[in-house]
């Protein structure tokens, strides 16, 4: 692992994103010819024609440039088994330099909890996690998703949140001293439970400690369970304020959730000043595509999103 590791940092076959962030937490910073934000695309946006095999997961980079946008997300479930397989990894990044296409992260699912309850069970998730670092340095990417699930269940009980954040800040911790090797950031996004707390998310970055850890704030995931068939909500425009002090990208999606467990449409002025407030110039990705008009759908998020980028940068 060691001589991998020291062989894919000194060939430079990756070139890291440069420029995404203050010192501390990795704020994207703004040059005066730059957009007040740009646009990417998560390839969960095409979820259901992945997994059906109606796309094909190299030729995701090809169809966003297709449609005009021109950096992306990968998520590791649609291509699991090869984040050590450089020769694949090798053609993803072939055919996204070709089209002039930035490799954002990579979101990653399935490889364990970083809140394991045992020391040996987080050590492993770490270990699980590593190989998509290495894929993530090599793609070119800046940084990859992780979740911040534990093996405390979600409850109202603060002493259950509490030990959640304890063991799943260690877990983290450990990744990040990993990644940090590679110059690729680790960052959680609120995905239900406890990381769906705006508050509980912010606290465990604060508690980790690490210049690496940081948060994907997603507008629509602050749904924090389900019981006896009512949701149980945080306040999304409240949990976006808290945890971009230490994000280091965000996640679009077109509904938002208050704090009595209903859905809304997103007010995109309200949300991207929010957004903007915490000096964050950097990418805000797409996650969202309707099943059957996937690629209208996408259009329809970034016309909303590009019209509220023109009226504030008219404001000044």
Not at 147 to 156: F, L
């Amino acid at each position: 692992m060691k001589n991998r590791r020291e062989f894919l940092k000194s060939a430079g076959l990756a070139t890291a994103v440069v420029g995404l962030g203050l010192p501390q937490f990795g704020f994207a910073s703004k040059k005066a010819a730059d957009p007040l934000f740009k646009i990417s695309l998560a390839e969960w946006s095409l979820n259901k024609a992945l997994f059906s095999g109606k796309i094909d997961h190299l030729d995701f980079p090809i169809l966003a440039k297709q449609h005009d946008i021109d950096a992306v997300e990968y998520v590791n479930q649609f291509f699991k088994d090869k984040a050590k397989d450089m020769a694949y990894l090798k053609e993803m990044k072939t055919r996204a330099d070709g089209e002039g296409v930035t490799s954002v992260l990579i979101m990653v699912d399935g490889e364990g909890m970083l809140g394991a309850g045992t020391s040996e069970g987080r050590k492993q998730t770490v270990e699980n996690h590593k190989k998509w670092v290495e894929a993530a340095k090599f793609l070119g990417c800046h940084a990859i998703r992780v979740n911040a699930y534990s093996a405390v269940p979600w409850s109202t009980n603060p002493a259950d949140a509490k030990t959640a954040m304890d063991i799943t800040s260690s877990g983290l911790r450990q990744l990040c001293e990993f990644a940090d090797d590679f110059d690729i950031d680790v960052i959680i996004e609120n995905h239900g439970g406890f990381s769906s707390n705006g508050k509980w998310l912010a606290e465990m970055i604060k508690e980790t400690a690490h210049p690496r850890a940081g948060t994907l704030p997603d507008f629509g995931n602050f749904r924090i369970a389900t019981e006896n068939d009512k949701n149980i909500s945080y306040d999304s425009y409240r949990g976006v304020d808290e945890l971009m002090p230490y994000a280091k990208g965000v996640s679009m999606k077109p509904m938002v959730w208050d704090d009595a467990g209903k859905e809304h449409p997103l007010d995109y002025t309200r949300m991207m000043k929010i957004v903007l407030a915490h000096n964050f110039h950097g990418y805000v990705g797409i996650e969202h595509g309707v099943e059957g008009r996937e690629w209208d759908s996408i259009f329809e998020i970034r016309r909303g999103l590009e019209d509220v980028r023109r009226t504030l940068e008219a404001e000044g």
